[in-house]
Structure formats: structure tokens, C-alpha cells
Nanobody, 126 residues
Framework: QVQLVESGGGSVQAGGSLRLSCAATGYTRTRYWMGWFRQAPGKEREGVARIISDSTTYYADSVKGRFTISRDNAKSTLYLQMNNLKPEDSAMYYC????????????????????WGQGTQVTVSS
């Protein structure tokens, strides 16, 4: 059973940085592709970044050049480095795992991500 626990959220001013972490257990790296998603109040959950088994990364246009997804295989931890944060980045951030053997696992939260963490709040003030 895949289990995901996020940490690292907080409050920062615009232009600041945060690094989110997601500790993962019970998954096979080559099979499960990982992603970061976010959801602001009153808005739908959206994909932010994903990393697949060969470490290729993909980003939403809104965060390209500012966010970096990475992972430490030895620690089974996924990261999201967020730089030059903007107020519109404020949201609850979730990490998620998708079984690439069964699903598309794109940046859409509805593309097969069956395992989700509890979320960590990011608030960016202007």
C-alpha cells in the first residue's frame, strides 16, 4: 500500500521560496509515477509537476522556470522546490502516486493518481 506524507508548507512573501517534501512508502519507483498537485479554495485541483520513472519531468505552464520537481531515491522522498512564489501559488499542495502500468498518469489529477497525501498549505502574501 502506497503511503504519502507531505511537509514543508508555510507562509512566505511574494518572491520567496519554499521546498515541499513528500515521504513515500510502499511503492515501486519504476512503476509509480509521482506528481505534485494543488487546490485553491473554490477552484479545481490542478497538476503542477510530475516525474516519471526515468526522471523526466513535466510542468504546468504557470510554474515553468520557477518550480522544480525532484526525488531522492535513497530516501524515497519527492520534492518540489518553489522559487519566485506569487500570491496565485497559494493553495493546498498534494503529492500523489500513479500506477503507470494501468493509467496514463499525465498532469491531470484524474489520470490515474490513486494515492494521495494529506496536503500541505502554501500561502504567499503580496
Amino acid at each position: 500500500q502506497v503511503q504519502l506524507v507531505e511537509s514543508g508548507g508555510g507562509s512566505v512573501q511574494a518572491g520567496g521560496s519554499l521546498r515541499l517534501s513528500c515521504a513515500a512508502t510502499g511503492y515501486t519507483r519504476t512503476r509509480y509515477w509521482m506528481g505534485w498537485f494543488r487546490q485553491a479554495p473554490g477552484k479545481e485541483r490542478e497538476g503542477v509537476a510530475r516525474i516519471i520513472s526515468d526522471s523526466t519531468t513535466y510542468y504546468a505552464d504557470s510554474v515553468k522556470g520557477r518550480f522544480t520537481i525532484s526525488r531522492d531515491n535513497a530516501k524515497s522522498t519527492l520534492y518540489l522546490q518553489m522559487n519566485n512564489l506569487k500570491p496565485e501559488d497559494s493553495a493546498m499542495y498534494y503529492c500523489a502516486a500513479c500506477d503507470s502500468y494501468a493509467y496514463v498518469c499525465s498532469l491531470s489529477p484524474n489520470s490515474g493518481y490513486g494515492y494521495w497525501g494529506q496536503g500541505t498549505q502554501v500561502t504567499v502574501s503580496s
